[in-house]
C-alpha cells in the first residue's frame, strides 16, 4: 500500500511540473470546495447548537479572533518569505550545478546512441578512453549528496534509464560471446577445436560487424592470417565453416533483443531529457527571471 501512495505520489507530482496551471486551477478548486464545507458545517453546527450569544460576548470573540488570525498571519509571512527566499537561492544553483551539467551529459549520450551502433561508457575520468561517451557526471551525483537535491519522480526515471543504459552494453557483450560461442559449436560440427587463446579468439569479433550482419567474416578476419588457439582447418572445411558462420549472422536472434533495448535506452533518455528541461525552465522563469540572486 505504502508503495502505491507512493508511486501516486510521484506521478502527481511529475504532472505539476508538465502541467503547473492545471495543477494549481486543480489545487484552487478543491481549496473552495474544503472551505465551502466548513462553513456548511458551522452554520449547520450553529442551527442545532441555537446559540444565543450576546453582542459583548461576540465583540469578545471577534477580537481575540482577529488578534489570533493575525499573529497566524504574521508568523506565516515572515516564515514563508524566509522559506521562499532559501528555496530560490537552492533552486537557483542546484539549475546550474546539477540539472544543466546532466542535461548536457544525457543530450550527448542520447545523439552517440542514435548515431552510432555501438557505444562506451565512461563513468570516471580517470578511465576514460578515446572515443567513449561519458556517463561521469550523473555517477558522481548518484554517489554523493547531491543524489538528495534530486526529486524523486527524476530520480526513478534516471534510474530506470541507467537501467536499461547496462541490459544495452550487457547485449552489446553478449554479442561478441554468443557469436563465440556458436562459432566453437561450427568448428566442433566439423571436427575442430579451440585449445588455447579465447579472449584473443573474442577480439576478433567485432559487435558491429554483427549487428551489420556482415558476411565473410571468418575468412576475412580469421582463416586469412590464422588464429593461434584453433586446431589447423584444412583449406576445403574453410568455405563449410565459414558459410555456416554466415547463416548464424544471417539468424541471429539476439539481435532483436539489442535492436529493442536500443530502442527502449531512446525512450527513457528522451523522457528523462524532456523532464530535466522542465524543471530548468521551472527555474529560470520562476525564480531567475524575478529575483536578481546571480
Known amino acids: 500500500m505504502l508503495n502505491f501512495y507512493k508511486s501516486i505520489s510521484l506521478k502527481l507530482n511529475k504532472y ?4 503547473p496551471f492545471v495543477f494549481f486551477a486543480l489545487k484552487l478548486s478543491l481549496l473552495i470546495v474544503v472551505i465551502l464545507l466548513l462553513i456548511k458545517i458551522i452554520l449547520t453546527t450553529y442551527e442545532i447548537i441555537d446559540m444565543d450569544l450576546s453582542t459583548e460576548m461576540i ?5 481575540l479572533l482577529g488578534a489570533t488570525v493575525g499573529g497566524v498571519i504574521t508568523y506565516i509571512t515572515t516564515t514563508g518569505s524566509i522559506l521562499k527566499s532559501n528555496r530560490v537561492k537552492s533552486a537557483i544553483i542546484n539549475k546550474k550545478t546539477i540539472y544543466e551539467p546532466i542535461y548536457i551529459e544525457f543530450k550527448q549520450l542520447l545523439e552517440d546512441i542514435e548515431q552510432k551502433e555501438i557505444i562506451y ?3 570516471d575520468s580517470r578511465y576514460r578512453t578515446i572515443g567513449s561517451t561519458s556517463f561521469e557526471f550523473w555517477t558522481r551525483v548518484k ?4 543524489i538528495f537535491q534530486i526529486p524523486d519522480y527524476l530520480n526513478k526515471d534516471i534510474v530506470e534509464m541507467e537501467n536499461t543504459l547496462n ?3 550487457k547485449q552489446v557483450d553478449y554479442l561478441i560471446d554468443n557469436a563465440l560461442e556458436q562459432f566453437e559449436s561450427i568448428l566442433n560440427a566439423n571436427g575442430y577445436q579451440i585449445n588455447d587463446n579465447r579472449d584473443g579468439i573474442r577480439s576478433f569479433f567485432k559487435a558491429k560487424k554483427i549487428i551489420h550482419k556482415e558476411k565473410d567474416i571468418l575468412l576475412e578476419d580469421f582463416f586469412r592470417n590464422g588464429v593461434f588457439g584453433i586446431s589447423k582447418i584444412i583449406e576445403k572445411d574453410k568455405p563449410i565453416i ?6 548464424y549472422i544471417e539468424n541471429n536472434s539476439e539481435l532483436a533483443n539489442y535492436e529493442f533495448l536500443r530502442n527502449l535506452l531512446v525512450e527513457k533518455l528522451k523522457n528523462c531529457l524532456e523532464v530535466i528541461e522542465l524543471i530548468i525552465k521551472t527555474i529560470r522563469n520562476k525564480y531567475e527571471r524575478q529575483n536578481n540572486l546571480f
Request: cysteine-free; glycine content about 0%; hydrophobic content about 35%.
Open 16 to 19: 505539476e511540473l508538465k502541467n
Open 59 to 63: 465583540t469578545v470573540l471577534a477580537s
Open 121 to 123: 561508457i565512461s563513468r
Open 143 to 146: 554517489n554523493d549528496t547531491r
Open 167 to 169: 541490459k544495452y552494453m
Open 242 to 247: 565459414n558459410a555456416a558462420f554466415n547463416d
